[in-house]
Nanobody
Framework: VQLQASGGGLVQAGGSLTLSCAAY????????MSWYRQSPGKERELVVS???????IYADFVKGRFTISRTNAKNMVPLRMNSLSSEDTAVYFC?????????????????????WGQGTQVTVSS
């Protein structure tokens, strides 16, 4: 699975951005897709995680401001970010887990590997 994140950039405080993540590879589906972020000098942290049949988990610091959605095209995972502040400045990574593949005429799900995209920079100016 290869993930390509895009949509980052420079935005003023209070503004909005939409990040996208496209997934490529020989898989049938991805059950869990998430966004993480890492700010300078800080550890990487979960922003939101969405699991088919399992619901969506948002970090407290983005509840009510960020919204994740799913599309069928290339497993795109747009992340709409509203009311951005300087504290949201970070590199944002998309992550895929629980990937299902074809194996002959059957399918199997890999519950062990976690796939990370390259990250996209979001900078919020105050």
């Amino acid at each position: 699975v290869q993930l390509q994140a895009s949509g980052g950039g420079l935005v003023q405080a209070g503004g909005s951005l939409t990040l996208s993540c496209a997934a490529y590879g020989s898989f049938t589906s991805i059950r869990t897709m998430s966004w993480y972020r890492q700010s300078p000098g800080k550890e990487r942290e979960l922003v939101v995680s969405d699991t088919h049949g399992g619901g969506t988990i948002y970090a407290d610091f983005v509840k009510g401001r960020f919204t994740i959605s799913r599309t069928n095209a290339k497993n795109m995972v747009p992340l709409r970010m509203n009311s951005l502040s300087s504290e949201d400045t970070a590199v944002y990574f998309c992550v895929a887990e629980n990937v299902t593949y074809y194996r002959g005429t059957a399918t199997y799900t890999d519950f062990h590997n976690v796939f990370w995209g390259q990250g996209t920079q979001v900078t919020v100016s105050s």
